[in-house]
């Protein structure tokens, strides 16, 4: 990465920090990418909630996948939106989503290897939480030539209409270490 391209993503992650710190709710959230010398993939995950079930979760890992489970698992009224798999790892493809998407995505690297972001989710929607309609976020950090790309996928319903879109950033790095 160009000195000029560094300069401008810390200076963008610094100011998405600032964003983050002053709200008071910043829901779900993912941050991806890959480490300044581009050799590790990062993936951060953090979740709240607005209603009692939802902030009735906590993360727990087993056999290296991060998922959320009841905090009181008594008090769970609707599981289907707040226990899921956030964070799995496929042959060296790592994925990270707010919902049950994660292990979509697995399954459809399971079946087909070269997969992209786009293949795994191209039948998953928003979340079925009327009215808010949650967005479907997830990213994919998979090794190339030695170093990490990264890939995120937004899907998300507007208000007031049926409209979708579905919105792929992806930052292949440079495949020669710096």
Request: proline share 6%; net charge positive.
């Amino acid at each position: 990465m160009k000195e000029g391209e560094l300069t401008y993503w810390k200076a963008t992650a610094r100011l998405n920090l600032k964003g983050l710190s002053q709200n008071p709710y910043p829901g779900r959230g993912i941050v991806i990418g890959t480490s300044e010398d581009g050799l590790y993939a990062v993936q951060i995950y953090w979740i709240m909630g607005r209603s009692e079930n939802s902030r009735n979760r906590v993360f727990c890992v087993s056999g290296g996948v991060l998922f959320t489970e009841g905090a009181d698992p008594a008090k769970v009224k609707d599981p289907s939106l707040i226990i899921y798999n956030a964070m799995n790892e496929y042959c060296g493809v790592f994925i990270v989503s707010n919902g049950d998407q994660t292990d979509t995505a697995v399954i459809r690297l399971t079946s087909n290897a070269s997969a992209t972001l786009r293949d795994m989710l191209v039948h998953r929607q928003f979340e079925p939480d009327v009215p808010n309609f949650t967005p479907r976020i997830t990213g994919v950090c998979k090794p190339c030539n030695s170093r990490c790309s990264a890939s995120k996928c937004f899907r998300h319903k507007y208000f007031g209409s049926i409209s979708q879109i579905l919105i792929f950033f992806i930052t292949p790095l440079s495949s020669t270490p710096q």
